[in-house]
């Protein structure tokens, strides 16, 4: 493959996530159950009985409502935990575990916004059906918090963290038990319609077929043949998403940009995905810098001259006092 695209639509650290849950139920999503019932698709069914009304019958629609607010008061809580935590205990902990720490409250507050965003898309709606490209960023949402919260556990336990504070790992282990549970709650419910069917085997690796070019299949020919910063709103990509603008990032010669970051930076804040896509094309070259997107900056993608042509690259251990969370170049 010549050519590399990375894609950012809403957050930050891009995640894939294979979840598996139960996937046999033949009640209708639609048809009010009890909380009995409901949670025995999750992962985890007894935690499940215990955060939903004992009493009652509602559908798995308001199940999966309830609870990604109950995730999003529980991400708030964690929030404030982990900050009193670094103001209080700033003296007697070592660089890593103020490092694991602050790692923490950047996760907690990408999570907070990730489920605000969540239930945002799901109280506008006022069918039990969302388009597919809100299934999919929920699906993903969901998903990510999931990541964050095992990436925040992995932190604080090679830190230590965890064996001086104790009143951390218990909110950590429901906090992951909760998320698992609204994601499992969500794919059998809204996302069981949103969600695209595929056929079996070769449709899918069609989809991830590259032309002679090096670019993915779906993207077309013209994609990149506007100049530097030149506004273009052309259909570029299979199902209408349009490109709002081009930059250039080089190490020398005609560019906009000599850094990755510096591109990043000047990419508009919070834009509406139908304006289009801000693309970044990265020339040819070593880039010694430590790539990190905002999660204000949506709908960034990224394009390199290919493999070892465009090389990220950075020198951060966590033998030289780095988290794992921070060591990475992207």
């Known amino acids: 493959m010549t050519r590399f695209v990375m894609i950012f639509r809403v957050f930050t650290v891009v995640t894939f996530i294979f979840f598996l849950v139960p996937h046999s139920?033949?009640?209708?999503?639609?048809?009010?159950?009890?909380?009995?019932?409901?949670?025995?698709?999750?992962?985890?069914?007894?935690?499940?009985?215990?955060?939903?009304?004992?009493?009652g019958r509602s559908d798995l629609y308001d199940y999966g409502r309830f609870l990604v607010r109950q995730s999003?008061?529980?991400?708030?809580?964690?929030?404030?935990?982990?900050?009193?935590?670094?103001?209080?205990?700033?003296?007697?902990?070592?660089?890593?575990?103020?490092?694991?720490?602050?790692?923490?409250?950047?996760?907690?507050?990408?999570?907070t916004n990730y489920l605000s965003s969540s239930i945002a898309t799901l109280n506008d709606t006022t069918t039990t059906t969302l388009p597919v490209d809100q299934a999919d960023d929920v699906h993903t949402l969901l998903s990510a918090i999931v990541t964050n919260q095992q990436t925040c556990f992995d932190g604080l336990a090679q830190a230590s963290v965890l064996k001086r504070k104790g009143d951390l790992y218990q909110p950590l282990v429901n906090g992951s038990k909760l998320y698992s549970t609204s994601l499992a709650m969500f794919t059998h419910s809204w996302a069981q319609k949103g969600h695209k069917k595929h056929k079996q085997g070769r449709q899918l690796l069609d989809e991830l077929r590259v032309r002679r070019d090096g670019l993915p299949s779906w993207v077309n020919g013209g994609f990149f043949r506007s100049g530097p910063s030149r506004r273009s709103v052309q259909q570029s990509v299979r199902g209408g998403a349009p490109v709002l603008?081009?930059?250039?990032?080089?190490?020398?010669?005609?560019?906009?940009?000599?850094?990755?970051?510096?591109?990043?930076?000047?990419?508009?804040?919070?834009?509406?995905?139908?304006?289009?896509?801000?693309?970044?094309?990265?020339?040819?070259?070593?880039?010694?810098?430590?790539?990190?997107?905002?999660?204000?900056?949506?709908?960034?993608?990224?394009?390199?001259a290919g493999i070892n042509k465009t090389i990220i690259t950075g020198n951060r251990s966590v033998g030289d006092g780095f988290t794992t969370f921070n060591s990475a170049t992207f």
């Open 72 to 111: 999003l008061h529980q991400s708030k809580r964690f929030s404030h935990l982990i900050d009193r935590s670094l103001r209080d205990n700033s003296t007697s902990l070592s660089g890593a575990g103020i490092g694991a720490l602050r790692d923490c409250i950047v996760l907690s507050q990408l999570t």
């Open 245 to 304: 603008t081009t930059v250039v990032v080089a190490k020398r010669g005609k560019a906009n940009f000599s850094s990755i970051n510096d591109a990043i930076a000047a990419a508009p804040d919070n834009v509406n995905a139908s304006y289009g896509y801000y693309v970044i094309k990265i020339k040819e070259g070593v880039y010694e810098e430590y790539v990190s997107v905002n999660s204000s900056k949506s709908n960034i993608m990224m394009v390199g």
């Open 25 to 55: 139920f033949s009640q209708n999503v639609t048809a009010p159950v009890t909380p009995d019932k409901a949670c025995n698709i999750t992962t985890n069914p007894d935690f499940c009985r215990s955060v939903l009304p004992p009493y």
